[in-house]
């Protein structure tokens, strides 16, 4: 399965938009988990269903099943991915959680195919096709690099118009414009924060990843990774330390997602230990981080 973040594109909270299928991931290459990657040469068989049933986590959560949680009525290949619009069922008894788990950023997109319809390159980890058949809600991401798209995309204009507060870091040698921020605006890196002052955790997600990537001196992408990692660490230990996002959940009659799922199949065991270990090292890490004094960055 492929995730990406999503967001409410409108003010009753009943719409949402995102990326179902990511053209870049966190590995060489671009790849994700897997070694795998979408291209837009990637066929996704989209006349094949005006619509698509939104369900929870691919049918693998034992009290949602294969409960239909809302209608994905929109799919367009961008340049960053194939973005999906989704329309909520308002009247579901779940939707109040999914409503709130998504208001937390800790929700995703997860495009689902059949598995004997995939076509992949094996060697060099391109998939060639992958019918869509069905598009989940999970909140275990597998791909750092997912962004949020559609009506919620933050544009360029967007970007620019931010506070220089909404930025990780910003490089010395320019000058101040007549609202206070820093122009050239090429000197401001990694937007974490909405307009409002408001830590959005896509974004945060998005620039941890995107450090290591970056041109900047390594000095100063570890102590920008220290801050990334500390805020998070922070912005969990204040949604009251759930691990998995999935206690509004649990409080309504449902469980936590299990391992995320693949074309049907779950996780290779190997993988899913691998996983636990490092998700186990990361939250050691990250407590300890959110212990220490970390530098502004700027």
Same mark, same amino acid.
């Given at each position: 399965m492929r995730f990406a973040a999503v967001k409410f594109s409108d003010s009753e909270e009943t719409v949402i938009s995102g990326l179902a299928a990511p053209f870049? /991931?966190?590995?060489?290459? /671009?790849? !994700?988990?897997? +070694?795998?990657?979408?291209?837009?040469?990637?066929?996704?068989?989209?006349?094949?269903?005006?619509? $698509?049933? $939104?369900?929870? =986590?691919?049918? =693998?959560?034992p009290f949602l099943e294969t409960d239909v949680v809302g209608k994905v009525r929109k799919r367009s290949v961008t340049d960053a991915g194939l973005w999906a619009e989704a329309q909520l069922d308002a009247s579901g008894k779940y939707f109040t959680a999914i409503r709130? $788990?998504?208001?937390? +950023?800790? $929700?995703?997109?997860?495009? +689902?195919?059949? +598995? =004997?319809?995939v076509e992949t390159d094996h060697k060099s980890g391109e998939i060639l096709r992958w019918p869509m058949v069905e598009i989940s809600l999970t909140p275990t991401p597998s791909n750092l690099f997912?962004? %949020?798209?559609?009506?919620?995309?933050?544009?360029?204009?967007? %970007?620019?118009?931010?506070?220089?507060?909404?930025?990780?870091?910003?490089?010395?040698? /320019?000058?101040? !414009?007549?609202?206070?921020?820093?122009?050239?605006?090429t000197l401001r890196h990694f937007p974490y924060k909405d307009s409002g002052g408001k830590v959005d955790l896509p974004h945060l997600r998005n620039a941890l990843a995107r450090i290591p990537q970056s041109s900047l001196p390594q000095d100063v992408q570890d102590r920008l990774t220290k801050k990334a990692q500390s805020i998070l660490a922070g912005e969990n230990a204040d949604d009251g330390k759930s691990a998995h996002g999935t206690s509004e959940l649990r409080r309504t009659g449902g469980t936590g997602a299990a391992v995320a799922t693949k074309t049907g199949r779950m996780l290779s065991k190997a993988n899913e230990t691998e996983l636990r270990t490092a998700l186990m090292a990361l939250t050691k890490v990250l407590d300890q981080l959110s212990k220490e004094e970390v530098p502004d960055g700027n």
């Open positions: 870049d /991931g966190p590995f060489e290459g /671009g790849k !994700d988990l897997d +070694g795998e990657y979408f291209t837009k040469a990637t066929d996704f068989a989209l006349n094949w269903y005006d619509e $698509l049933p $939104l369900i929870f =986590h691919h049918g =693998h959560d709130d $788990l998504i208001k937390k +950023g800790k $929700l995703y997109f997860s495009s +689902g195919s059949v +598995g =004997h319809l997912a962004t %949020v798209s559609g009506k919620a995309v933050w544009t360029t204009a967007f %970007v620019n118009s931010l506070p220089d507060s909404a930025f990780l870091y910003i490089e010395d040698g /320019g000058t101040k !414009d007549d609202e206070g921020k820093t122009v050239p605006r």
